[in-house]
């Protein structure tokens, strides 16, 4: 059973966190790309809804494990375009048949799932040939006395921020997953505490 916090408070402020201007900005850049038949792993919210283009976007599949977090994505604004379903599921399990989706949309997601490895394998099988995988999410920082302090943090802030971590890596997760990386951009967060604003995006394919 989930505690009040996690019900009530929680799903606001992760609302909240993940729709500062910086992260919006983030999304914006990255959620166009999105084409096809398209899965969105950890829709929390909805707050991507606003961003995709129902000219290039068949449909939009967007999952979570929260029902109070699904409830605000099923409310958020959209296209009126935009053909979206928000069903019930975890990153590590997706509950679709291979090759589904041209397209998977992952923003700062990887951060909280319980097995990123679990998550991005799955995500990888049910892409189609030559799928595309769009990545933001904030890690592990290159700079080793920024990446100790995210390591000192981390069981306090995963406590209170729903599971997020602040120390998992980006790029090379992906890439170990089996995905080759295509374009990728890194930098810290404008305004944000650099603890928590390491951020990598961009695209990954299936090879």
């Given amino acids: 059973m989930t505690s009040f916090y996690e019900r009530a408070i929680l799903p606001r402020l992760l609302t909240c966190a993940c729709g500062s201007p910086a ?6 850049r990255l959620v166009p790309q999105a084409h096809g038949r398209v899965l969105e792993l950890g829709v929390g919210g909805g707050l991507n809804l606003a961003f995709y283009d129902p000219s290039w976007v068949d449909y939009v599949t967007g999952i979570d494990p929260s029902p109070q977090l699904r409830d605000r994505a099923s409310a958020a604004p959209r296209s009126p375009n935009l053909r979206v379903a928000i069903e019930a599921g975890e990153a590590e399990a997706l509950p679709f048949a291979d ?109």
């Avoid at 997601?109 to 679990?118: E, F, H």
């Avoid at 904030?138 to 602040?166: F, K, N």
């Fill in 99 to 207: 090759h589904s989706f041209d397209s998977v949309v992952c923003t700062f997601t990887l951060c909280s799932v319980r097995d990123p490895a679990a998550a991005l394998a799955e995500a990888r099988r049910v892409l189609a040939p030559g799928g595309d995988f769009y990545f933001c999410e904030h890690g592990l920082s290159p700079e080793p006395g920024v990446a100790r302090w995210q390591t000192r943090l981390d069981p306090l802030w995963s406590r209170l921020a729903g599971g997020c971590h602040l120390n998992r890596p980006v790029a090379d997760s992906i890439t170990a997953a089996g995905f080759r990386l295509g374009s990728v951009e890194k930098a810290y967060l404008p305004k944000t505490p650099r603890f928590a604003g390491w951020n990598e995006w961009g695209a990954a394919q299936t090879n």
């Fill in 23 to 28: 992260i919006m900005r983030q999304r914006a």
